[in-house]
């Protein structure tokens, strides 16, 4: 599983920076992806970064994201600022595709004042 952390709470306008460690075999051959899921809605992909660092977001969270990675801890990060209301959801990591087997539980981020 690929497990998630940095999550919280933050009022609206605050940052956040998740994190997610792989291992060695998976990091180093896929596009890592960071996908989140809302209360009542799908999980869906809200940015992705290929092995030699290019990335690509969903458009609500353009400009305000950033999707990086670090080769050396097989680690990926997503630095979040601006956050509003409707970016609360459960963040989870995965591959991009996804593995179903390496969903993890995730980290809540609750936006709210």
């Known amino acids: 599983q690929l497990q998630a952390s940095g999550g919280g709470l933050v009022q609206p306008g605050g940052s956040l920076r998740l994190s997610c460690a792989a291992s060695r075999s998976i990091f180093s051959i896929n596009t890592m992806g960071w996908y989140r899921q809302a209360p009542g809605e799908q999980r869906g992909l809200v940015a992705a970064?290929?092995?030699?660092?290019?990335?690509n977001y969903v458009d609500s969270v353009k400009g305000r994201f950033t999707n990086s990675r670090d080769n050396a801890k097989n680690t990926v990060y997503l630095q979040m600022n601006s956050l509003k209301p409707e970016d609360t959801a459960v963040y989870y990591c995965?591959?991009?595709?996804?593995?179903?087997?390496?969903w993890g539980q995730g980290t809540l981020v609750t936006v709210s004042s």
């Open positions: 970064i290929t092995t030699g660092g290019s990335t």
């Open positions: 995965n591959t991009n595709p996804p593995f179903y087997g390496h």
